[in-house]
């Protein structure tokens, strides 16, 4: 006799034959140790927030690795422009104070 799986929250009863095709449906990701045997049935009492967790879980669970940990450059490469540009720009300043200290002294008749 095959198992049927049932799982109970505040919006109705789910069931099924298989876990698979539970979790499937439910898009969850729920364990044969979670459920509670009763005769040849497994059933499950949840609540909205634990539903909600086991959907994440299963969420998650999809997400490949590499990309959680991927690392973007971009912030990087932005920095280093405004690096450069802050570079030239001390350039020009420090350029234009030495004028401006020879066109004072000039007119000063130093």
Same mark, same amino acid.
């Given at each position: ?32 140790? #979670?459920? @509670?045997? *009763?005769?040849?049935?497994? !059933?499950?009492? &949840?609540?909205?927030?634990? $539903?909600?967790? %086991? ?16 690392? #973007?450059? @971009?912030? *990087?490469?932005?920095?280093? !422009?405004?690096? &450069?540009?802050?570079?030239? $720009?001390?350039? %020009? ?18």
């Amino acid at each position: 006799m095959k198992n049927k799986y049932f799982v109970i929250t505040d919006n109705g009863v789910v069931y099924s034959s298989s876990l698979k095709l539970l979790n499937k449906k439910n898009k969850t990701q729920f364990k044969e140790d #979670d459920f @509670k045997s *009763f005769g040849g049935e497994r !059933i499950l009492y &949840l609540n909205d927030s634990d $539903i909600t967790y %086991q959907r994440d879980l299963n969420y998650l669970s999809q997400i490949p690795i590499s990309k959680l940990y991927s690392v #973007d450059r @971009k912030p *990087f490469y932005v920095q280093l !422009i405004s690096f &450069l540009f802050l570079i030239i $720009i001390l350039i %020009q300043v420090s350029n234009c104070s030495s004028l401006l200290v020879k066109l004072v002294n000039y007119f000063s008749g130093r």
